[in-house]
Structure formats: structure tokens, C-alpha cells
């Protein structure tokens, strides 16, 4: 009789421990402690044959991804104002000169585009200099009476000299 239950202990103890693997939950030493609980779904598949545990590999699929180009190294960027000009009132003067002359083009150089959309906005007229800061701290403004109301230029000294940055015309 001995013999018998040590040959169906020896068939079943190898079974029985692995379905109690498979079942319990385990602390973080990975023992288990049979209650169940905590349990994670296993991402291999097992299977128990008589006796015996199989444990399966988990397949494994690779999509290749496609290779990314990074775009050429661009140079930096060179200053924003090429032309500026040795005083804040030269600077206004350029500007209303061309302004005056209708040219845009002559006006852009020297001159912040949004100051330049501003002062092209303004119809044409006579203007009277009302007065110019001196530029000490790096920024200046001019004043000037203008027909139908008020109207400020404001300079910034860059690497290039002085340049309009802004215009605003104040309706009388």
C-alpha cells in the first residue's frame, strides 16, 4: 500500500504544485501564499499533461518602423535690420521721407514691418516735429503734430544702428 501512495504522490505532487503556482497570489520574493488574491493574468500561456507543466513562449511581433530623416542643419539667422541709422531722429526722418515719397520699399529698410504696416496705413500728409528724446537708454521717441491728430515714432538701437520699431498714429 506504501508503494502506491508513494507512486500516485509521486504522479500527482508535480500536477498539483503547478496548478497551485498558476493560482496564488505571491508576495515580492515570488511566494506564493495560495489565497488567490493579487493574482496578474500571465503573459505566457501554460498548460498541465498529465503530470507534467508546459510552459509556452510568448510570441513576438516586430513592425519595423521606417527610418526618420532630420532636416539639414539650416545656417542661423542673420541680424533682423541690416541698414540702421546713427541717430533715432535720422531713422524717423528715412522713414517719413519715404513715406511722404510713397515708397514702401525705401521705408522697409530701417523700419520693424508692423511699425511699417502702421505708418503705410496713415494717409500722406504734412507732419510738424513736435520734439525727439535724446536715445540715451537705447530707445527714443519722436512726436509730431500730423493731419487729423497725433503721431509717435519709437526707435531701438540694435547691432545695426537705430531702427523704427513702432508707429502710432493718435486721431484728433
Known sequence: ??????????????GLLAVAACSGSSNNKGESDGSGAGTK???????????RSQTSAPRSTTTAQPAKT????????????TIGFSTPRAAANHLLGAWRAGNRDDA????????????????VGPVVERGCDTGEFTTSGCQYKAAGGG??????????????????FTPA
Do not use: C, I, Y
Open 70 to 81: 532630420e532636416p539639414p542643419p539650416t545656417t542661423p539667422p542673420t541680424t533682423r535690420f
Open 151 to 168: 503721431l509717435q515714432l519709437n526707435m531701438d538701437k540694435g547691432p545695426a544702428g537705430w531702427v523704427v520699431h513702432e508707429a502710432l
Open 1 to 14: 500500500m506504501n508503494g502506491l501512495r508513494r507512486l500516485m504522490w509521486t504522479l500527482l505532487l508535480p
Open 108 to 123: 522697409s529698410h530701417g523700419t520693424d514691418p508692423a511699425a511699417l504696416d502702421a505708418m503705410f496705413a496713415v494717409p
Open 41 to 51: 493574468p500571465s503573459h505566457r500561456p501554460s498548460t498541465t499533461h498529465a503530470g
